[in-house]
């Protein structure tokens, strides 16, 4: 490693956060340091690159900013460097994009090698240097805690290294394989920090024997409600409960009501094209038939069968006013969520009130923060990674300053 210039900046994580503000900082002359305790960078974009990389979403950035919990301090980062600039920054890379028809936006390429290798090749032209296998341990004032890692991951070699500024960039704490472990955790104030949960993640419940044959298929166009809040879209059942991006999207709900009542419940209605008097007549007009045989004349398939037939009471399978009920109306319990290491994202971590509007620690003047290491939480759909990289541009803009003198 070689000793750091004066005003030299270290950046730990080599994520969306971190490589954006990089790309600020080291644009601007400033010489810059990212540690990243992986063999290589931004291992989480590539992950979210395998099925499409959702970069981020086209909308009104009224609606846009409603996406995030809490609303205030993500909106300003987001007005700052939106879903345009995103794209005119990815076509600056040389990365083409195009907008879903849900109105997600993903390189045309789909995949995230492209859009990685083109930026870091980008950092490294501006002289940004990026020391792999280099894990952070801890900060104190403007001094740095490292250790060198070797190919297994235990510490050869540990040193401590001043710097102008640390940037805190280490991600949250699901998918531990790919270097984000949480531990930076244990370097804030237990008021400085809200305890990491899993978001944007399945939700547990245990079926009987009967579901399996179901299990891996989608319930399709259903309208699901869990408290205040109601969504529509496509549900997949799992051997463990249910997962899909509607799913995601009432997690915060769910949690709330977790906290709450410890258990969640959902409620789906199953034919939200039909109201309850055309399924009730429909249901009444076929009563002679078999249950599944009058259900799949209303419009359900097996996999909505299925479900009904689980989440009711055989003696209620003959009333067809309480079967019109339940297809409209079908609660389901669930008893939590799955691992958080198995979640897209992390709610919880450092409080917005631990750091001020320039992400500078409180605490720490030398330290700033960004990424999904903050207490926020959005669901899919490109919010996660705008957020990501809004907030390392404008950290990268206020450490600037910040090394300029400019407090
Ligand atoms: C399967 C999956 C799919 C996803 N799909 C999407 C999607 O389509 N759209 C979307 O918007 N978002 C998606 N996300 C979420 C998105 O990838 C993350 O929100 C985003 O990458 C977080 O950026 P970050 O910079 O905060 O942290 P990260 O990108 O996680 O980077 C943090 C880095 O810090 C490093 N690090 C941590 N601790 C230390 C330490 N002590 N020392 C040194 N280095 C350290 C880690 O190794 C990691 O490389 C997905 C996530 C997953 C898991």
Redesign the pocket.
Known sequence: MTTPKPKTVAI???????LMAAEVLSSRGVPVQV????PT?????L??G???????HDEPLPTFITRYTPTDPLAEFVRQFSAADIRAWMNGLGIDSYVGSSGRIFPVQMKASGLLRAWLHRLEQQGTEFYYR????GVVDNELSLAVLDKHGDMTEQFSQKFAAIIL????G??RR????G??QAWFGVDEITPLYASNVGVVRTWSPFMQSIFGQALKRVTATVGQECVHGDIVISHYGMESGLIYKLNRSMKDALDYHGKICLYLDLLPAKSIDDITQALNRNKKQSLNTSLKKIGLDAVKIALLRECTDKTDWSDFCKMADFIKKLPIEFDGFRPIDEA??TGGGVKFSAVNDKLQSKSNPYLFI????LDWDAP???????A?LAM?RAVGGHVWQFVQGGR
Do not use: F, P, V
């Open positions: 730990i994580g080599a994520g969306a956060a971190g540690y990243e305790q992986m960078a931004g291992r989480k974009i992950m979210a395998k099925t499409g990389l959702n970069i981020s280099h894990r952070c341990l960039a280490c991600g949250g699901s998918y790919l270097g984000c472990d531990a930076w897209i994202s960004a990424g999904e290491m899919t759909g490109g919010y996660l990674l705008t990501c390392g």
